[in-house]
T-cell receptor
């Protein structure tokens, strides 16, 4: 079955430690995205990538980093510089269309709940 | 900048009844996509329905339909014959322009009473 996997489902870290969240997709999608979800805030975009070896900052990129070395993978690192890292993190992917409206519907992974104490 | 507003933080419906969730958005683009996503307690985001702005016909998917009013920038979701499994957070989302990103509203929590 095609889909998006995120691991682990729950992650616990001590303050000051960097942590990397995994995201893998086998949908052959070009674009991948990372969102953060906090209670009452909806989803906010952290980083996105439209093609391998290229990525752009979203609305709340400070304290996060990403890489896109393979089409299937888009890991997110939460660094010690992120002031409030405890949140639910969602990875998504989509086709990237030609033309002036390239983005389309996004498919989401099951998410990772990160708790930093 | 584009924004999406869901003015109903919580809604409740009786099983088998119909409920409408509201969404308004702000954009200067003429062509874009709109979506409704469902997030049940498992927190998996599930695409419910999509609407292309250039299409005048309202999208339908089984018990789910939308009322798309482009001039009013309104995109409401109607759920008919509500089922217990419809209980979830519902997010309205906009996708327009060259960046291809989704912009989400803050969600509406739907409860279904047996």
């Amino acid at each position: 079955d095609g889909g998006i996997t995120q691991s682990p489902k729950y992650l616990f870290r001590k303050e000051g430690q960097n942590v990397t969240l995994s995201c893998e997709q086998n949908l052959n999608h070009d674009a991948m995205y990372w969102y953060r979800q906090d209670p009452g805030q909806g989803l906010r975009l952290i980083y996105y990538s439209q093609i391998v070896n290229d990525f752009q900052k979203g609305d709340i990129a400070e304290g996060y980093s990403v890489s896109r070395e393979k089409k299937e993978s888009f890991p997110l690192t939460v660094t010690s510089a992120q002031k409030n890292p405890t949140a639910f993190y969602l990875c998504a992917s989509s086709s990237w269309l030609t033309g002036p409206l390239p983005g389309y519907e996004q498919y989401f992974g099951p998410g990772t709940r990160l708790t930093v104490t | 900048a584009q924004t999406v507003t869901q003015s109903q933080p919580e809604m409740s419906v009786q099983e088998a009844e119909t409920v409408t969730l509201s969404c308004t958005y702000d954009t200067s683009e003429s062509d874009y996509y709109l979506f409704w996503y469902k997030q049940p307690p498992s927190r998996q985001m599930i695409l419910v329905i999509r609407q292309e702005a250039y299409k005048q016909q309202n999208a339908t998917e089984n018990r789910f339909s939308v009322n798309f009013q482009k001039a009013a920038k309104s995109f409401s979701l109607k759920i008919s014959d509500s089922q217990l499994g419809d209980a979830a957070m519902y997010f309205c989302a906009y996708n327009g322009g060259s960046q291809g990103n989704l912009i989400f509203g803050k969600g509406t929590k739907l409860s279904v009473k047996p």
